[in-house]
């Protein structure tokens, strides 16, 4: 059973830069591919990046893409997701996910969770 943690979250400025940490423990995390989604006060779960399990192949949403770049160390079991270029609405708590199988963008696609990290971006 695959258990996530997130780390990294904080205050930063607008234009600001942000790196983002996901541990993976208890499950055999090349099985996985890994994604990171966000949920703002009032909205659901959207999708931010994903990889697949070799780290061959990435997907991102419009609204971060060439801002926000994801990548893993399957020798650390580790997942990163870089924030560059922030804006305010970027505010959220940023979750971890993992699933087997391709990469997806749904949200119930993902069955392993981790407990999120806040991110807060200033004007």
């Known amino acids: 059973q695959l258990q996530l943690e997130e780390s990294g979250g904080g205050l930063v400025q607008a234009g600001g830069s942000l790196r983002l940490l996901c541990t993976a423990s208890?499950?055999?995390?090349?099985?996985?591919?890994m994604a990171w989604f966000r949920q703002a006060p009032g909205r659901e779960r959207e999708f931010v990046a994903a990889?697949?399990?070799?780290?061959?192949?990435?997907a991102y949403s419009d609204s971060v893409k060439g801002r926000f770049t994801i990548s893993r160390d399957n020798a650390k079991n580790t997942v990163h997701l870089q924030l560059s270029s922030v804006k305010p609405e970027d505010t959220a708590v940023y979750y971890c996910?993992?699933?087997?199988?391709?990469?997806?963008?749904?949200?119930?696609?993902?069955?392993?969770w981790g407990q999120g990290t806040q991110v807060t971006v200033s004007s």
């Open positions: 996910g993992g699933r087997y199988g391709t990469v997806v963008t749904r949200t119930g696609a993902y069955g392993f």
């Open positions: 208890g499950g055999v995390f090349t099985d996985h591919v």
């Open positions: 990889i697949a399990r070799s780290g061959g192949g990435t």
